[in-house]
């Protein structure tokens, strides 16, 4: 039995026994918490010192990097986390959730990062927005790393992705982290972070681990830090209301456990596919980790008609359920997480069966497998079915946070929908349905109440990742009795951790200060073609103003025929002059065929591909007889320190194109992104 260690300050402390932490399977000692006290004014002087600093010695696309490589390296030592998440009753789909899902978490940061974020530490967030007449005075906003510190608490049912998918967005952010996860399952975590380290990939203090209580941490935090919680919400509202948090306007981001509802549609039978569907869902959302899972259904709400078929299609379902110790062929269920947890379940059970009637539970020949289960903290699958949900508080205001759900029915759709809103905000709830018009009218009422939306028919089934299975792209947290809080959705959570600003000036200076050009900026006009420029020989501000091209019917007719495209404002003279133009004009892709027939350099050079259009705009018509001109200039540089199949390394470029009329009016507006290539690498 090892006592576990926190990290602080870079180095492993702890070594007087704290705690007994005991295997969820045979309820045997395992580990110890430390019951050394922390000096938490040291843990956050290293991170602003040391994690800030080093975090921010590197850039947004080389943290997403490094991102990948650790995702990468976790994955290759996985197997080593999975036999530790045995004991804390978790069956290897259970651990594929949390561990691998943790991984995948960390990929898929990387990638959002690679693909969205620019190559230093501030983020435009434009457009820009002119304020002068002139075009001198504009202002735009920015994101830039809050310089403080966030502090993640993390809850015990996930003790590998509940610490990645905040230290994911924190990390990419440049913004080191402190994180404590629930004592329970903290040992877990432990070897997470051990595995992490060993990597070398982690700046000195980008990360630091609590075992054991926070102290006086979230006392002696500054207005730049963080605390994102995920937990309970009793627990929320004790944190929340923490002094120091609420003099120094210091943000909180919740997610709590919350009574999250399914819906069968009132057009579903139990002859359709859909029914099997629901019953499947609901099944697996009990079972999947014991029930442990914040977003797992508590709440099945089905037309009253079909009340009874459904608590038999449950029943069926449930009783082909295996539990026990994971290692044991065939089981299909682990244990919770403690006996502590296994007490709080019992005891909130005793209140969901109040007047209510247990379909499924303890009594149906509940006997789990394997050697000294007796010790562990098993709990039976348990359907407690209330007929008359409208009457009853508690099927709304109570989670039982393990595998026990309430299904309920209602008399018309409405009252299902109200049903659903009685929990008082939730983190995601299904609808079960064929039919279109039933979403339409539920979906945008329950969005309100709820922070995910799942709609599940036969189509979705054979690809839908499920009720309970928050994603890295979509947001991961609810209102109300949910927390009220935000995680995941992509970038966004980046931004979470990020600070904005909005910024005004001259467009020169917007461009200095966004690395990003502005209309109106000065430009940097040469000798030598943009084109003709490598990577590192390109600046934002290079700009090419091209020849000129005068618009012919030949052309019209030309495009027309290569391109099959003879709507009548390019062909019929009749209807042309009868519409708002007065007149036929060109294809607005012909307008941007010629436009790059005019700045493109067509010899072999750095720019190797053109990969696609952003912002684009036709503003104004062009008609027969009028001159276009393009101006081209170096809008934006990225350095994904990436190569090519022949070794050659390559940046993005996005390049701003005003196409202008003779008038010097914009005809259209559009960005063009191309890969360029770096200098050769001296041999």
């Known amino acids: 039995m090892s006592v576990l260690q926190s990290l602080i300050a870079d180095r492993w402390i702890g070594s007087r026994e704290g705690a007994a932490l005991a295997s969820a399977i045979d309820g045997a000692t395992i580990h110890h918490a430390h019951a050394d006290e922390i000096d938490f004014a040291e843990a956050l002087a290293f991170a602003r010192r040391s994690g800030g600093k080093s975090l921010l010695a590197l850039d947004f696309q080389q943290r997403a990097a490094r991102l990948k490589a650790l995702a990468a390296y976790v994955n290759e030592r996985k197997e080593e986390l999975y036999a530790i998440s045995r004991h804390t009753g978790a069956t290897r789909s259970d651990g594929?959730?949390?561990?691998?899902?943790?991984?995948?978490?960390l990929y898929a940061y990387a990638s959002m990062g690679g693909n969205e974020l620019p190559s230093g530490n501030v983020l435009h967030e434009g457009p820009p927005v002119v304020l002068g007449k002139k075009g001198q005075f504009a202002a735009t906003h920015i994101l830039v790393p809050r310089g403080g510190v966030a502090v993640h608490i993390n809850a015990f049912n996930f003790p590998v992705w509940g610490l990645l998918e905040k230290f994911a967005p924190t990390f990419l952010a440049g913004m080191p982290c402190i994180a404590k996860p629930a004592t329970a399952t903290s040992y877990l975590t432990e070897a997470l972070v051990r595995m992490m380290m060993g990597s070398g990939l982690l700046p000195a203090g980008s990360l630091q681990l609590v075992i054991g209580p926070t102290?006086?941490?979230?006392?002696?935090?500054?207005?730049?830090?963080?605390?994102?919680?995920?937990?309970?919400?009793?627990?929320?509202?004790?944190?929340?209301?923490?002094?120091?948090?609420?003099?120094?306007?210091?943000?909180?981001?919740?997610?709590?456990?919350?009574?999250?509802?399914?819906?069968l549609g009132p057009d579903v039978t139990p002859d359709d596919e859909e029914f099997d569907l629901f019953a499947k869902e609901v099944a697996r959302e009990?079972?999947?980790?014991?029930?442990?899972?914040?977003?797992?259904?508590?709440?099945?709400?089905?037309?009253?008609?079909?009340?009874?078929?459904?608590?038999?299609?449950?029943?069926?379902r449930l009783a082909k359920v295996s539990v026990g110790d994971p290692a044991v062929e065939g089981v299909k269920m682990g244990a919770l997480a403690s006996k502590a947890q296994q007490a709080d379940v019992g005891a909130r059970l005793a209140l969901l069966a109040k007047g209510n009637e247990i379909v499924f539970g303890a009594g149906d020949g509940f006997a789990p497998k394997g050697e000294g289960v007796a010790g562990g903290a098993f709990f039976a699958p348990t359907l407690v079915l209330c007929r008359d949900g409208t009457k009853n508080d508690a099927v709304h205001d109570v989670e039982a946070f393990g595998p026990v759900s309430t299904l309920m029915p209602y008399e018309d759709f409405d009252e299902a929908l109200a049903l659903a809103a009685r929990g008082r905000g939730s983190l995601v709830a299904t609808l079960v349905t064929q039919d279109p018009k039933v979403a339409a009218k539920a979906i945008p009422q329950m969005a309100a109440w709820h922070g995910r939306l799942l709609v599940l028919d036969r189509v979705a089934a054979a690809e839908s990742t499920g009720h309970g299975s928050p994603l890295p792209m979509l947001k991961h947290g609810g209102p109300g009795r949910a927390g009220g809080g935000e995680e995941l959705g992509g970038i966004r959570a980046v931004k979470h951790f990020l600070q904005r600003a909005a910024v005004q000036g001259s467009p020169t200076m917007l461009t200095a200060v966004t690395g990003e050009y502005v209309r109106g900026a000065t430009l940097n006009e040469g000798d030598i073609h943009p084109f003709r420029k490598h990577f590192e020989e390109l600046a934002v501000g290079d700009s090419l103003l091209t020849h000129r091209r005068t618009v012919s019917e030949a052309d019209i007719v030309a495009f027309g025929g290569i391109s099959g495209d003879f709507f009548y404002m390019h062909f019929d003279e009749i209807a042309?002059?009868?519409?708002?133009?007065?007149?036929?004009?060109?294809?607005?892709?012909?307008?941007?065929?010629?436009?790059?027939?005019?700045?493109?350099?067509?010899?072999?050079?750095?720019?190797?591909?053109?990969?696609?259009?952003?912002?684009?705009?036709?503003?104004?018509?062009?008609?027969?007889?009028?001159?276009?001109?393009?101006?081209?200039?170096?809008?934006?540089?990225?350095?994904?320190?990436?190569?090519?199949?022949?070794?050659?390394?390559?940046?993005?470029?996005?390049?701003?194109?005003?196409?202008t009329n003779q008038a010097g009016e914009i005809v259209a507006s559009y960005d063009i992104l191309t890969l360029v290539a770096k200098l050769p690498t001296p041999t």
């Open 96 to 105: 594929w959730v949390d561990i691998e899902g943790g991984t995948g978490t």
């Open 215 to 263: 102290g006086d941490l979230l006392d002696r935090l500054e207005s730049s830090d963080v605390v994102t919680f995920t937990g309970s919400a009793d627990t929320a509202l004790k944190l929340r209301r923490n002094e120091n948090l609420l003099a120094r306007s210091i943000p909180f981001n919740a997610e709590a456990d919350s009574l999250n509802a399914a819906i």
């Open 286 to 316: 009990m079972t999947v980790k014991a029930g442990q899972k914040c977003t797992a259904i508590r709440r099945a709400i089905v037309p009253r008609k079909h009340l009874d078929a459904m608590a038999a299609r449950l029943r069926d």
């Open 576 to 659: 042309a002059k009868e519409s708002a133009f007065g007149q036929r004009i060109a294809h607005g892709y012909f307008v941007l065929s010629a436009a790059a027939g005019l700045f493109v350099s067509p010899a072999p050079g750095p720019v190797l591909a053109n990969y696609g259009l952003d912002t684009l705009r036709f503003v104004k018509p062009v008609a027969i007889g009028d001159t276009i001109r393009a101006r081209l200039t170096c809008k934006r540089k990225i350095d994904r320190n990436k190569k090519d199949a022949q070794g050659r390394g390559q940046g993005v470029v996005a390049w701003d194109v005003e196409v």
